[in-house]
């Protein structure tokens, strides 16, 4: 997959695509439709296979100092999008250079000029320019004037109710990995690179991979059975493994983060990247009475994520 992180100046090479456009948050089923129907116009044209996304999320953009909500970050998503074929990238700085440009000025500027893009396909509720003005309609009826094609795909439902990032996050919170996995049509993930830690878990006899959920989505805080890829490094491969999203309260910290102890394992995973997938969630987090009972409960935890592993 080629990534591009501007509209200007791209070669005959870059253009040409038919992209979907979207913030792709989780690359959850409704966006697999999207990308489907993009698919398919790519193939009968000919065409590249894209994806037309924004980085940092607008949300980002326009309230930098509100909760973290994204459920990816964006190399998981560009980890995703690559598994699903995509073969352009178009993965452009929201800035305010493209957030004041009027709807019209962005189809005309973005998608027709600088990416040249020969279709493209959007949510039904998609909206877009400066103040979320434009419509699906609008940007079919700019297509018609600029030269490219444009497809809205209906929102998909599961039982009735419409699968968003929203219920996505919302399955997280409560600990149900599962419901949230229905609903993405894969396991949820946490990717990044593992950081050096305080090696507490190494002296207790379970080393763990340390890696940063800042900026991300908080699930419920606690312990999980997880599916680990190691995605870099002399080590890579899949893996079981327990892993505990929380601020480590036996030890007075107060900053979440996720610590992953791989079963099987023994190696140096410092500077690796790897990717969690929570499978299902196993206790909340607790603080114990001395170091011997969370020992021995992270023996108990292993234990039932192994059983829980087993059969996933």
């Known amino acids: 997959m080629k990534t591009f992180t501007t509209w200007k100046g791209l070669d005959s090479a870059a253009q040409g695509a038919a992209a979907a456009i979207g ?14 129907i993009t698919r398919k116009e790519a193939a009968r044209r000919n065409a590249p296979l894209g994806i037309l996304t924004f980085e ?9 100092d509100a909760p973290p909500f994204r459920l990816m970050n964006a190399e998981a998503k560009a980890n995703r999008l690559a598994k ?40 039904a509720d998609f909206r877009f320019g400066k103040g979320r003005k434009g419509s699906a309609q609008d940007l079919v009826r700019f297509g018609e004037k600029m030269g490219f094609g444009v497809s809205a795909a209906d929102l998909l ?34 990717e990044g690179e593992v950081l050096h830690g305080d090696a507490r878990g190494r002296a207790l006899g379970f080393p763990t991979a340390n890696m940063s959920i800042q900026g991300l989505h908080r699930p419920r805080l606690g312990v999980y059975a997880v599916k680990v890829d190691v995605l870099s490094g002399p080590h890579r491969g899949c893996h079981d493994g327990v892993a505990s999203i929380g601020v480590r309260p036996m030890f007075g910290e107060n900053q979440p983060n996720c610590e992953t102890f791989l079963f ?18 196993l206790r909340d987090e607790a603080k ?24 996933a």
Do not use: C, K
């Open 23 to 36: 913030n792709f948050d989780g690359v959850h089923l409704g966006h697999r439709e999207v990308i489907e």
């Open 56 to 64: 940092p999320h607008p949300r980002e953009f326009f309230a930098p």
């Open 264 to 281: 099987d394992f023994s190696g140096d995973l410092y500077g690796a990247h790897l990717s969690v997938a929570l499978v299902d969630f």
């Open 157 to 190: 439902s599961n039982g009735g109710a419409a699968v968003s990032s929203t219920s996505i996050r919302a399955a997280l919170s409560a600990g149900r990995p599962r419901d949230a996995a229905a609903m993405l049509g894969h396991w949820h993930r946490i």
């Open 84 to 123: 699903l074929g995509v073969e352009n990238l178009y993965q452009l700085p929201f800035d305010t250079q493209i957030a004041d440009l009027t709807p019209e000025a962005f189809a005309r500027e973005v998608i027709a000029r600088g990416l040249g893009l020969a279709h493209v396909v959007v949510g």
């Open 288 to 311: 114990f009475q001395n170091l011997n009972a969370l020992v021995e409960q992270m023996h108990i935890d292993s234990a039932r994520a192994r059983a829980v592993l087993a059969d």
